[in-house]
């Protein structure tokens, strides 16, 4: 069976022109001019653009005591209503638990995928064996990129030491660093005093996490990541201090990235002082929102081009899960949803406000991050050879977010209420037509692993830092006699 997609206009992140797409066997076969197929989907005032790729999501995650609600049948199934046809997901090693038996219990849970998925590896922990398992990660199983939460204390931190060495192995072996940037040390003590002095609600969540402890732990996990010789990519950078130590190592030649996230680009801190305890509590995440001054600087990289990737952290928890918070804030579950929101989203705030082009908001939902994970052009091209996960997008389709009409599990929704223009009028997950003008039909299982391999050694961070300083044994004579 063929499909095509007829009348629309292919948007990628470089072009943009009128043609009909043709798929078989789950692939672009052709692109072109009056292009016939068994089945024919109308792009009549729509725009053909490669599905979303979302590469931060936590879907079943145990954490803080609890899982996160979506699993990966909700999840994708959110995805893909949203346009998004691939997620990355971090496996998360549990203290002491190999690498490799973290990953297949997540090869389990991902079995129910509506889309395709591919993993992230999680440094949870620093030992020989996790140095040991590094190499058949990245060379037999697909995935060359490794998170490490600065912060955590106490769980998920990882020091500098060892965050050191993880990187000095993944420049070997080349695969790429990613950091949860923020300082744990200073969060832990601010968390504590806000405690301590009776500051027990939601909005201490926020003043537990600055921006200043965003912006250090970003800057010192770049400097860690040139003496090691290893990009980096920098996930939910939410302030101007993170963008800033960004921007500064791209214009020093370095291969660092950084990943706003929809929710800290649309949704501010005054989230926090809502007199609602559940209202607040549900927009709880790491980092927290922000001012106006840091999503100015959030959507300037996106513009400029020194922020590259806009994803969700999608980790959706139940009013009833953010409730085992009610008397200390640092209980409740970190996380919000995104999954099904951050394309309509992005366009609405993005593409429609003029900030951003189609052809940008395509390189910023899809293009760049495949090109960064190693999957592009099989992901995040509309290109003959590459998988048909695509989006037919109907500029003109609106509504009105509500967790009563949304496909994730939980009961309510960050973005409730907000108006958007811009939404699929069809998604395909490798061919199959997965939401068709409004109305799902998914298939439970049909999304398969998406394999990245490493970068050899080609892929390293540009810096001259390790050239210099290679230790160079000096031939010395007349060397003084010691002791007295
Ligand atoms: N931040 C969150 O808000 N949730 C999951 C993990 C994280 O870093
Ligand atoms: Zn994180
Ligand atoms: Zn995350
Ligand atoms: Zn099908």
Redo the contacts with the bound molecule.
């Keep these: 069976m063929t499909t095509v997609i007829k009348n629309g206009t292919v948007v990628t992140a470089d072009l943009t022109y009128e043609a009909d797409v043709l798929i078989e066997n789950g692939v672009i076969s052709e692109i072109g001019p009056n292009l016939k197929g068994d089945e024919e989907l109308d792009a009549t005032g729509c725009y053909v653009m490669p599905g979303g790729i979302d590469p931060h999501t ?1 879907l079943e995650m145990p ?1 803080m005591g609890t899982y996160s609600t979506d699993n990966f049948e909700s999840g994708t199934r959110a995805a893909l209503s949203g346009g998004t046809t691939m997620v990355v997901d971090f496996v998360l090693p549990g203290q002491g638990q190999g690498l490799v038996d973290a990953m297949k219990g997540w090869h389990n849970k991902s079995t129910m995928a509506n889309c395709d998925y591919s993993f992230h590896m999680a440094v949870t922990w620093w030992g020989e064996k996790v140095f040991d398992e590094m190499p058949t990660v990245i060379n037999d199983h697909g995935i060359n990129t490794f998170k490490h ?1 600065m912060a955590y204390k106490g769980a998920l931190m990882v020091n500098d030491d060892e965050l050191f060495a993880s990187f000095n192995r993944l420049s070997e072996l080349g695969g790429i660093a990613m950091v ?1 940037a923020e300082n744990g040390d200073v969060v832990a003590e601010l968390t504590a005093k806000l405690l301590a002095e009776g500051n027990t609600g939601p909005e201490g969540h926020a003043y537990s996490r600055p921006s200043q402890v965003e912006g250090e732990a970003t800057n010192r996990a770049i400097m860690i990541a040139d003496m090691a010789g290893v990009p980096l990519y920098v996930v ?1 950078t939410s302030c101007e201090e993170a963008h800033e130590a960004i921007r500064r190592a791209k214009m020093q030649g370095k291969r660092v990235w950084g990943e706003p996230l929809i929710q800290h680009l649309t949704l501010d801190e005054s989230e926090y002082f809502n007199t609602d305890w559940d209202h607040a509590a549900r927009r709880v ?2 980092p927290p929102f922000r001012n106006k001054k840091h999503q100015d600087s959030l959507w300037a990289g996106l513009q400029s081009g020194t922020l590259s990737v806009v994803a969700t ?1 999608h ?1 959706a928890f139940t009013t009833e899960q953010k409730r085992y918070g009610v008397g200390d804030f640092s209980k409740i579950p ?3 949803g995104g999954l099904e929101d951050r394309m309509p989203m992005l366009w609405t705030h993005g593409v429609a406000t003029g900030r951003l082009t189609p052809n940008e908001f395509v390189a910023v939902t899809s293009t760049n991050i495949a090109k960064i994970l190693n999957c592009y052009p099989k992901k995040g091209a509309v290109l003959v050879g590459a998988d048909a996960d695509l989006v037919v997008w109907d500029p003109e389709k609106e509504k009105t977010i509500a967790a009563k009409t949304q496909q994730s599990a939980i009961d309510y929704n960050v973005f409730e209420g907000q108006h958007v223009k811009g939404l699929p009028r069809f998604t395909l997950t490798r061919g199959h037509v997965a939401v068709h003008d409004g109305e799902m039909r998914t298939q439970e299982g049909h999304g398969k692993f998406v394999e990245r391999p490493g970068n050899g050694t080609v892929n390293r961070a540009l810096s001259t830092w390790k050239e210099l300083t290679a230790p160079r044994p000096v031939q010395r004579t007349g060397i003084p006699a010691t002791g007295v």
């Design positions: 936590h954490f939460f949860h939910h995440m790491s952290d980790c970190n996380g919000t």
